[in-house]
């Protein structure tokens, strides 16, 4: 290795530490999206199995809203229509509202639209008596979360200081343009270092459960594609 890519490796061990904890906003904000985006999908999977029809079509309704909305330009909204801070009523007491939150906020809209659709056919196969239709859906929403957590990384765009603002910040401050490259790399080599291992693992849980299955099965290949 010649002296300019040992001054690159110093370099990035440095800022390791730095641009790691940008990572771990990243998984932050994805696991936050997930958990808004999955309790509000699953409230409009049971309104779409109401015997009401006004409730299915207003679900229906929301949950294409969800999915056509871009979640780039929903960031840009929350920023500007959420308040950066706001006092708890009755009390003197502020509270900031960052930035990170506005971006799980944007990121749990398209959770919404996927939870909904997945979740309602496997609601209506467990109301049905088919429990294993639940085992069908965990591998699946874990993949999702895989897609949010690659898609945290446009939380950039608003000043979210996670991992690829970070990468900005490192070539900024050392003022050296040859570790742009190295570090774009890092961050790719980071996402995909906590992504591909889960990925693995859920083929796996999905070829297995289609083995354990049986006549199930093929609703699980149809859901993962």
């Known amino acids: 290795m010649n002296l300019l890519g040992l001054d690159v490796l110093r370099e990035l061990i440095t800022w390791t530490p730095f641009l790691l904890t940008g990572f771990s906003l990243n998984i932050l904000i994805a696991s936050l999206a997930m958990v808004i985006g999955t309790g509000l999908g699953w409230g409009l999977a049971l309104l779409r199995l109401s015997s009401r029809p006004r409730r299915v079509k207003l679900s229906l309704l929301l949950t294409e809203f969800t999915r056509n909305v871009?979640?780039?330009?929903f960031q840009f909204y929350l920023v500007f229509m959420l308040p950066s801070?706001?006092?708890l009523p009755g009390t003197s007491i502020t509270l900031g509202f960052p930035s990170w939150l506005n971006a799980s906020l944007a990121l749990a809209m398209a959770v919404i639209g996927f939870t909904s659709d997945n979740?309602?056919?496997t609601l209506r196969d467990w109301r049905k008596g088919d429990h294993a239709a639940a085992l069908l859906f965990l591998p699946n929403w874990t993949s999702y979360m895989l897609i949010i957590v690659i898609a945290s990384s446009t939380a950039s765009i608003i000043g979210v200081s996670e991992l690829v603002s970070r990468c900005?910040?490192?070539i900024n401050a050392t003022g050296?343009?040859?570790l742009m490259l190295p570090v774009y790399l890092y961050a790719c080599v980071c996402f995909f270092l906590f992504c591909?291992?889960?990925?693995?693992?859920?083929?796996?849980t999905r070829a297995y459960l289609a083995a354990r299955l049986g006549p199930a099965s093929h609703r699980l290949g149809k859901a993962s594609r």
Not at 70 to 73: A, G, H, K, S
Not at 196 to 204: A, S
Request: no cysteine; hydrophobic share 45%; net charge neutral.
């Open 70 to 73: 871009p979640t780039i330009v």
């Open 85 to 87: 801070e706001f006092v």
């Open 119 to 121: 979740l309602t056919a």
């Open 168 to 170: 900005n910040t490192v």
């Open 176 to 178: 050296n343009t040859g």
């Open 196 to 204: 591909y291992p889960l990925t693995r693992l859920m083929q796996w």
